[in-house]
């Protein structure tokens, strides 16, 4: 079983940036990032994938979002720039053992998610 914690949310401005976290309680394959809008569904928005962190973005984010790994702490990150009112949501940290995309159901293990608010 793979323990996953988010940080890093919080409230900011548009234009803004945030820098979320997730540590992994051990090493797993892939690695990826969702976001939950009140009355809408999870949807992906990147993921970090094997030793080499082949890289994975929605289109909604490419250009403003990087996802980066450091294997030595098991640990994720997400930097968003440019942040937009659109961005709020509760972020997610998944995780899974084999090949991912940015389809939720690829995904074994999640995180208790972190809140990301922007204001216009």
């Known amino acids: 079983q793979v323990q996953l914690v988010e940080s890093g949310g919080g409230s900011v401005q548009a234009g803004g940036s945030l820098r979320l976290s997730c540590a992994a309680s051990g090493y797993i394959y892939c690695m990826g990032w969702f976001r939950q809008a009140p009355g809408k569904e999870r949807e992906g928005v990147a993921r970090s994938m094997g030793n080499i962190g082949s890289t994975y973005y929605a289109d909604s984010v490419k250009g403003r979002v990087t996802i980066s790994r450091d294997n030595a702490k098991n640990t994720v990150y997400l930097q968003m720039n440019s942040l937009k009112p659109e961005d709020t949501a509760m972020y997610y940290c998944?995780?899974?053992?084999?090949?991912?995309?940015?389809?939720?159901?690829?995904?074994?293990?999640w995180g208790q998610g972190t809140q990301v608010t922007v204001s216009s």
């Open positions: 998944a995780a899974a053992p084999t090949f991912c995309g940015l389809s939720p159901t690829q995904y074994n293990y």
